[in-house]
Nanobody
Framework: QVQLVESGGGLVQAGGSLRLSCAAS????????MGWFRQALGKEREFVAA????????HYADSVKGRFTISRDNAKNTMYLQMNTLKPEDTAVYYC???????????????WGQGTQVTVSS
């Protein structure tokens, strides 16, 4: 079992930045790909970004490419999402996830955090 806890969400003006963190505990000795998803009010959860175990491979949704950066520090069992040039449409609950491979579908991840709210005001 792996437990994931997100932090770093909040309220920010359009054009601003936030950095989300996802701390993992439990069976962190296993190797996991990790990802970020988000769910806006009234919408389905969508893929944001993913990163391989060693961080050599990353993948982004087109809507965040060039603005968001995913990274991880395995020594700290923590993954990050640096979000720059935020837009009101980035407003959502952001979830981190861990799984056996890098993927863009929810079913490809086995463990999920509880989410952290990001609100971008115009």
């Amino acid at each position: 079992q792996v437990q994931l806890v997100e932090s770093g969400g909040g309220l920010v003006q359009a054009g601003g930045s936030l950095r989300l963190s996802c701390a993992a505990s439990g069976r962190t000795s296993d190797t996991y790909a990790m990802g970020w998803f988000r769910q806006a009010l009234g919408k389905e959860r969508e893929f944001v970004a993913a990163i391989s175990w060693r961080g050599a491979y990353t993948h982004y949704a087109d809507s965040v490419k060039g603005r968001f950066t995913i990274s991880r520090d395995n020594a700290k069992n923590t993954m990050y999402l640096q979000m720059n040039t935020l837009k009101p449409e980035d407003t959502a609950v952001y979830y981190c996830a861990a799984g056996g491979r890098v993927g863009i579908r929810e079913y490809e991840y086995d463990y999920w955090g509880q989410g952290t709210q990001v609100t971008v005001s115009s």
